[in-house]
């Protein structure tokens, strides 16, 4: 696979995770709001940083 192909790949992947986490359906006005899990985001921005340095690494 090339450099090219894999960040069209890339590209594709992120905006179908986007479209469908906005394409989930709302939830009711008595649900309450609960704080978000920040390790959540820790985690996610370190697999998305561990798979960008792995592509790169493959790529040279």
Known sequence: MTMK???KLVL???ILIGSI???QPG???TVEDVAPI???LIAAAAAI???VRSV???SK
């Open 56 to 58: 790169y690494k493959k």
């Open 21 to 23: 986490a906005n394409a």
């Open 12 to 14: 594709f992947a992120f």
């Open 49 to 51: 940083g561990i798979g």
């Open 27 to 29: 939830f009711d006005d």
């Open 5 to 7: 192909n894999s960040q």
């Open 38 to 40: 920040p390790g959540l």
